[in-house]
Structure formats: structure tokens, C-alpha cells
């Protein structure tokens, strides 16, 4: 998102406990940590 270096992965689309689309390559995305933690999240609670 920000183009800092990447240290987690994360699901593109929210998995929600599905394990196949956990699991799934093209669901995940590098980023950031404070991406991540800040970003990310506050879109994941607006789904």
C-alpha cells in the first residue's frame, strides 16, 4: 500500500476461517506492518 518493506502477508480477501481461501496464493498480498495494522483493519471492519 505504502511501498515500505513488506514483512507480513495478508488476505486480500478477508478468509473469515475458510481454509482454502486462507491458503490460497493469489488471496494473499504483502505488506507492511503498520499497513497492516492500521489501514487494512479499519477496511476489514467496514465489510
Known sequence: ???APSRLVDHK???RGDKR???S???W???CTPC????K???ERRC
Open 1 to 3: 500500500m505504502c511501498g
Open 29 to 31: 498480498q504483502a505488506l
Open 21 to 23: 481461501l486462507f491458503w
Open 36 to 39: 497492516h495494522s492500521s489501514r
Open 41 to 43: 483493519q479499519r477496511e
Open 13 to 15: 480477501t478477508p478468509h
Open 25 to 27: 496464493r493469489s488471496n
